[in-house]
């Protein structure tokens, strides 16, 4: 059983780095495909990225690319989201997700963290 956490997020100025951590309390996770997710208030949730099991591919929202990476430690059953250059425009809630498949919508995905709140202050 996948078991999601987040970890992370907080308060941060705007140009400012943060990375997002989900760990498998299960220890499962490194035989999934994880994503990360985020959703602003009132917005739908959207894709961010999302990486294989191995980390050898990885999967990205063109718009973020350039200032987020997607990695992973097997070892630790951890996903790490390292965000760079932060904008008021990525508050949101970020959510990991896991399933055996890659996918860049929601309803691919079929376990779910509880997420964590990034802040970017401007």
């Known amino acids: 059983q996948v078991q999601l956490v987040e970890s992370g997020g907080g308060l941060v100025q705007a140009g400012g780095s943060l990375r997002l951590s989900c760990a498998d309390s299960?220890?499962?996770?490194?035989?999934?495909?994880t994503g990360w997710f985020r959703q602003a208030p009132g917005k739908e949730r959207e894709f961010v990225a999302a990486?294989?099991?191995?980390?050898?591919?990885?999967y990205y929202v063109d718009s973020l690319k350039d200032r987020f990476t997607i990695s992973r430690d097997n070892a630790k059953n951890t996903v790490y989201l390292q965000m760079n250059s932060l904008k008021p425009e990525d508050t949101a809630v970020y959510y990991c997700?896991?399933?055996?498949?890659?996918?860049?919508?929601?309803?691919?995905?079929?376990?779910w963290g509880q997420g964590t709140q990034v802040t970017v202050s401007s």
């Open positions: 997700a896991a399933d055996l498949r890659p996918g860049r919508t929601p309803e691919e995905y079929d376990y």
């Open positions: 990486i294989s099991w191995s980390g050898y591919s990885t």
């Open positions: 299960g220890r499962t996770l490194r035989r999934y495909v």
